[in-house]
Nanobody
Framework: QVQLVESGGGSVQAGGSLRLSCEVS????????MGWFRQGPGKEREGIAV???????TYTDSAKGRFTISQDNSKNNIYLEMNSLKPEDTAMYYC???????????????????WGQGTQVTVSS
């Protein structure tokens, strides 16, 4: 059974940095695509960054220049390095993955089949 577990969230001041991790278990096969998403208070879940199995990355405008998604080639884990954090980055951050070749990696979050429980990021001004 595939499981995703996020870690690395916490409380930081504006301008600070955090590194989120997503550990995948239950399979030895690399996901076709994995991504980071977030959901702020009263907001809909939104995408941040996606990484394909070939290493191709895609970022949303809010993440470009500040966030970096990466993967561990020896494991099925991904990371999100977040710099210059802003109060508006406060949200629950989720890791998602999918092994189906039919999934639209850069599409709506609802297309992803597997999700972690999330890790909270709080940025104070």
């Amino acid at each position: 059974q595939v499981q995703l577990v996020e870690s690395g969230g916490g409380s930081v001041q504006a301008g600070g940095s955090l590194r989120l991790s997503c550990e995948v278990s239950g399979t030895r096969y690399r996901a076709y695509c994995m991504g980071w998403f977030r959901q702020g208070p009263g907001k809909e879940r939104e995408g941040i960054a996606v990484i394909n199995s070939d290493g191709t990355t895609t970022y949303t405008d809010s993440a470009k220049g500040r966030f970096t998604i990466s993967q561990d080639n020896s494991k099925n884990n991904i990371y999100l390095e977040m710099n210059s954090l802003k109060p508006e980055d406060t949200a629950m951050y989720y890791c998602a993955a999918d092994w189906r070749l039919s999934v639209d990696c850069r599409g709506d979050y609802r297309g992803y089949k597997y999700w972690g429980q999330g890790t909270q990021v709080t940025v104070s001004s």
